[in-house]
């Protein structure tokens, strides 16, 4: 039973108000893309077991879209963020890195 | 292999049982295998033990992390049915329920396969549709079911709630030859079996990397040394982005946590599956006289083999509304594992970027009752390079668009 | 015998005695009693009977780790088995009847099992029952059935209430002995907000009942005396009959609450659910007792040291005359002198220690009391109770020294922390060997959301059993009056040297009937790990979940493996920790109030009218309006024909109605839409698709432009939230720049379709300020303003193909509303039509259902849709997915129309069978109806399917299944049957 941060209402938010969105910071690739862009923006996912950045909505709250990167090894939770982001931010990355030195994500180190 | 039988156990009966050899073997690992198989559950197994029987290749090792049928096989609700909507499941389901039907006697170690019997409800016009939808293409499939109207299901189930004041049960898909089976004795029958054909059931190992000359397998790292191999099979249900990942190749699947739950035991009630999907819950009656209950899945990615308890809550309500006296009986266990679910739900046996290397994973909540059929066909394909019971199950359906869906109750409307 | 004392018996209160049924008897007891100590009182040994060789079993314990004393408790709607008599206290008209016999407790054939039991070890259904294979299912198993499964079938209702409560504070404290209050009092002076539960009813724990002084004060004074200092605390929560059943992720623990379960007024709420959401968990929960594995060690009359202490202390009951106390440590001695004190006879102390005990040895001697040290038990004799033991060497194999008559025997083989609640959530245990235990490690303890540790063993539960040590490690540093103890001898086998015959005979899992042979058996066969073992023997897996028997169990494995216990370790701790009802885990939420109910504003009315309910999601809609002796079949058929005579009105309040605002609304429309939305104009109504990013069809509806920054999306019912949610995920996570607004206002409106040549008649009669008029209302417009009385916004779509207005009108209207069209109507005929009524009318016009003509699995271009998919955008959501191979193969199925040659229905779900089979054998197929109906317009069988060239095959002839395992014939055909030009709906 998780609690995330919701970082719009700035609340504690129990997991039977929030929905889970899958895998975060997905590009999405239209018509034009190759097959391979488009069967990797849709069904290809990192899953990893360890880190994982991933979109909830806090649906039975303020309704909105936010990102977290949390441990589906431990359930822990390294910090909440803006859906409107390209990456973590740095006291995300940094909280993530205490735990998991030398983590890097999407090439970036 | 010393045969199993009536007699072999009243002989050791009266020598206090010091005469029994052990079930599987636990060698150490050789330097090289024709074929590894990752993965010592129920699927992996099978895979292992038909590339024995069906293919003549022996020169085999199944490798476990942790203890063989510790993972998903030892931890669902034992439910084994057919009845599938689309042809290539309704092909791989029914051919395993055929070879569960023989399980025991081609084992030589009594898996308890029973077929008691599968009903699926249907609580709404939609859902009646779309089992009588399931009733006909299973008819085409050679796969017997049946549709049973509500009085029917209340002969067959007499502690179903059929008036129900807000889901009254409109009929159900009836699958006679569908049951249950003892997991874990699935698991132990065809690790014996796969012992006794010289092949190495090698526990407590976990692979640390996979090896690969240019682009193809020649071996997997693992906490007993480095293991060479020609053929690697994956069979690593919950965990198979984390294999892949060593092989350099990512799956279209995520891992998410499925709980299950039993009551205290109470004398026979229930000699029938019931599974009423309206309202997300399933039951049976195990052979100690426990309730064996199932719902759905969490929604987040989890490893942890732990679930959310709302989940818990909702199947249990969903029970009682459903089988109102289990109300007084009380849960006794709750559990979780990991499932893999794919983009479509449908299983992945397939070959991958890496030659040599074969994949199956994707069974999300069904994979139990597919063992046998999933074990033939993943054996033929590392075999033979071809299956037809996997031939649509191949990874890259997705790009395709070329999916096997089972949820027929997608969408539902006015 | 067992009986009541004269004297004695802490927790009874003997001005309230209290009559009870035991099968049948009538019995008495007093107000504290647990039913177990009540039925000792009166001498009833034995409860029950086991579950695989149906041997008699009495209590061995006095807590939650009772496995033998279950019993079928209540009756009616208040029966329920497997009721612990060690938990359930017992009150006035109690009624309990033993289980797993037959015909009786005392003569049960199915102790018969007993004979064989040397035929039947671990595991022995997997090597047998094989052959001949129809014989599992038909014989063996319901064989096997039947002799299991303990308790009764409840055959009602049940009669009771449940309910659940949030909660939330800084400290949860699970436990209510010393340990948990002094750890409850820290937290509270702290001035955290704390909660104290405790699963008993009785508070102070082991430390009561053995007397100790606490800062010169007895135990019970102490913790009298700090109860009441909590109780006056204003952030301090206490409760008892509430046990913690499982600890979950990020710190949620549920609690379980007795209320009624002790009492005789049923009446008010039985089991309350906590939800608790706890920034920390204190876990004082304790140790249990370990049995000991001798011969006949499960004989009536064979407890637990500290249970037999027990029964004295608290109830007053002595379980025997004669008691000989075995034991490997201290602790047992206690109970030694208890019955001594009680006026009770201990012939003798058997410890397995060569040296015996420390100081309290001699207290013993000196009270004259035998102890023989570095002995066992050989084996107890007696069949339905205990005549006697048998003493031998521990260091030999059973050779009998002497035997000693006695009718009690009081084991301790030493203490287990109960580690579940730390463990549930992921904590990690450590083996102690100098107390022979495994205690929670606290560097590997449960983390939750911020990574930290969330839980904290303390006391006993977390490995410390001296008085003074408990306290301190709860935070209270207390001078004591203990004295010293001699060390724990761990004795897995008594005697070591056992033979198998001794070993056949030792339980460790007494409800499953699980020994020590079948231990070592199972190791002997390769089911090493100790999960193997688990689910080979089945120990530790009955109701009792293991408390008595998993330590001992994996100690023998260990042995047999010649592997240290701690790397054989233990099976996973799994909630709850004892058994909690479903009904409290169902809660309120029951019959009619299962799921939340949706109603739409006419809901009472339609209830009233006699409406054929069919659940959609949470709404409930009509199926059809039939009346007093009318089959539903037939009022939909009515339905029908005066919708298409007269005029008819579907309530369609519950279809979805979002507003999409903004200036990139139109754009974001166009994204969400397979077709232009951006060019509709103000005033017009537009049918749009949806589809996921996988091309699929998820959902349609009406589009219609209100202003030039505002469109109004109607969604399928089932599709409301789900698109409005769909909606909000595009605009805030991939287009967060775009300036757009949408607000799901479905339950703001009422709205009701008015459909029928007489329509514009019916909605004309309400008068107001709108001109309804052909030419100034035209088909795919609205209209908004007053109609009558209401505020009514009206829109011209159709979907039955007759002339049809949907008007919305505010939900506060929505009653007044349709009765007044009810009113109004009377002079067109207008009559209520329900959804099938609107299905099959739409199947008429050729119209798709999502959720008949889809499935997931089908792409507008499949359904012909081909016209509302915009060839001038770039992209639309599921464009690129359209792309695909698959997508794009000529051999997918096309909808078509389909009437049978002679008039029949096809079945629902009917395929049409091609030539020859596939690859698997099945028989090919080249299509399958997605809708199909009788239609009352055109007196005949009309369907839509998905057809092989479809397209192409217009006029031909196919066979699709009938319902008998035949065959039908049917032609292909337009979809649209009925008024193909729109004559009909455009008048």
Known sequence: ?????????????????????????????????????????????????????????????????????????????YGTYAAQTSEPPVEVKAAIRAKHPGWTWKEQA | MKRYSVFAVAREGLRYHTGWERAWRSPTPKKKYDAIIVGAGGHGLATAYYLGKNHGITNVAIIEKGWLGGGNTGRNTTIIRSNYLQDPSAAIYDKALKLYENLSQDLNYNVMFSPRGLIMLAQTHHEVRGYQRTVMANQLQGVATEWVTPQQLKEIVPILNIDGPRYPVLGGLYQKRGGTARHDAVAWGYARACSAMGMDVIQQCEVTGVRRDGNKVIGVSTTKGDIDCDKLGMVVAGHTSVLAEMAGFRLPIESVALQALVSEPIKPCMDVVVMANTVHGYMSQSDKGEMVIGGGTDSFNNYTQRGSFHHIEETVRALVETFPIISRLKMLRQWGGIVDMTGDRSPIISKTPVDGIFVNCGWGTGGFKAIPGSGWAMAELMAKGHSPLAEEFHMYRFREGKFIDESVAAGVAH | MSTRLQNAGRLIDRSKPVEFSFNGKRLRGYQGDTLASALLANDQMMIGRSFKYHRPRGVVASGAEEPNGLVNMGQGGYFEPNQRVTTQEVFDGLTATSQNHWPSLEFDIGAVNQLFARFLPAGFYYKMFIHPRPFWKHVYEPFIRQSAGLGKVPQERDADTYEHFYHFCDVLVVGGGIAGLAAALKAAKSGKSVTLIEQTADWGGRAVVDGVQIDGQ??????????????????????????????????????????????????????????????????????????????????????????????????????????????????????????????????????VRPSGAGPIGQVAERAGIRVLKGKAIAKVKGKTRVTGVQVCLQAGEGSVLEEIACDCVAMSGGWSPVVHL????????????????????????????????????????????????????????????????????????????????????????????????????????????????????????????????????????????????????????????????????????????????????????????????????????????PRAGEKVHDAVNREILNVRENVGLLDASTLGKIIVKGPDAGRFLD?????????????????????????????????????????????????????????????????????????????????????????????????????????????????????????????????SGELSYEVAVPASQGAAFWQALLANGQAFGVMPYGTEAMHIMRAEKGFIMIGDETDGTVIPQDLNLGWAISKKKADYLGKRAQERSHMTDPKRWKLVGLETLDGSVIPDGSHAPAAGTNANGQRNTQGRVTSTYYSPTLKRGIAMALVLNGLDRMGQEIEFQNDKGGLIKARIVDPVFYDKDGAKQNV
């Open chain 3, 422 to 625: 730390w463990s549930h959530c992921g904590g990690k245990l450590t083996w102690d060997d100098d107390q022979a235990m495994f205690r929670p490690d606290a560097a590997r303890g449960p983390t939750g959301a911020d990574g930290k540790v969330f839980v904290t063993a303390v006391g006993s539960a977390n490995g410390h059993l001296g008085t003074a040590a408990i306290l301190r490690d709860a935070g209270l540093d207390a001078t004591t009056n203990e004295v010293a103890e001699a060390a724990i001898e761990p004795v897995w086998m008594m005697p070591q040297g056992a033979g198998p015959k001794l070993r056949m005979k030792a339980w460790l899992d007494y409800q499953n009937d699980v020994k020590v042979s079948d231990v070592q058996l199972a190791a002997r066969e390769g089911y090493e790990s100790v999960e193997h073992t688990k689910r080979y023997t089945t120990l530790g897996m009955a109701t009792d979940q293991g408390k008595l028997s998993n330590i001992n169990g994996l100690a023998i494995l260990s042995q047999a493996l010649d592997a240290p216990i701690p790397a054989v370790g233990t099976t996973t701790f799994r909630p709850p920790y004892t058994p909690i009802s479903m009904g409290a885990i169902g809660g309120a939420a029951r019959d009619a109030i299962f799921q939340p109910l949706r109603r739409t504003p006419m809901h009472d009315l339609h209830e009233a009218n006699g409406v054929d309910w069919e659940p959609v999601g949470h709404w409930r809609r009509g199926y059809a309006y």
């Open chain 3, 218 to 351: 007895s135990a019970a004074d102490w913790v009298a005396a700090t109860l009441a200092t909590l109780g006056k605390m204003a952030n301090v929560t206490i409760r008892s009959r509430t046990m913690a059943a499982g600890v979950y992720d990020h710190g949620y623990v549920l609690a379980y609450e007795r209320l009624t379960d002790h009492i005789s007024d049923k009446s008010g709420v039985r089991h309350r659910l906590w939800r608790i959401r706890a920034g920390h968990v204190v876990a004082a929960t304790g140790a249990i007792e370990r049995p000991l594995s001798f011969a006949g060690n499960d004989i009536p009359g064979v407890l637990l040291a500290a249970a037999v202490r027990d029964y004295v202390v608290n109830f007053g009951v002595s379980v025997g005359d004669r008691t000989v106390v075995v034991t490997n440590n201290d602790d047992a001695y206690r109970t030694a002198l208890a019955l001594k004190e009680a006026g009770l006879a201990v012939p003798a102390i058997i410890d």
């Open chain 1, 1 to 77: 039973m998780l609690t995330l941060h919701c970082p719009y209402c700035g609340i504690q938010a129990d997991e039977t108000e929030l929905a889970a969105g899958g895998e975060a910071h997905l590009k999405r690739y239209g018509p034009g893309s190759s097959d391979d862009e488009f069967e990797t923006y849709l069904f290809m996912r990192e899953n990893k077991k360890g880190v994982h950045l991933e979109r909830w909505r806090h649906a039975y709250g303020c309704g909105k879209w936010f990102l977290a990167a949390r441990d589906t090894a431990t359930l822990e939770v």
């Open chain 3, 671 to 799: 994204m969400l839409y397979t077709n232009l939305m951006s060019t509709l104009p103000v005033g017009k109504c537009r049918y749009g698709l949806m589809c996921t990013e996988n091309g699929f069809l998820s959902d349609d509806g009406v589009v219609v432009r209100l202003a030039d920054d505002t469109w109004l999306c109607h969604t399928t019912t089932g599709g409301a939230d789900r698109i409005h949610g769909w909606m909000e995920d595009w605009l805030q996570t991939e287009w967060y720049d775009w300036q757009v607004y949408t607000a799901n206002v479905t339950e703001q409106y009422a709205q009701v379709v008015v459909a029928g040549p007489k329509a514009r008649q019916l909605l004309q009669s309400f008068g107001g300020d709108l001109d309804l008029s052909k030419d100034a209302f035209p088909f795919m417009t609205y209209v908004e303003g007053k109609l009558g009385e209401f505020d009514a916004r009206i829109y011209r779509i159709s979907f």
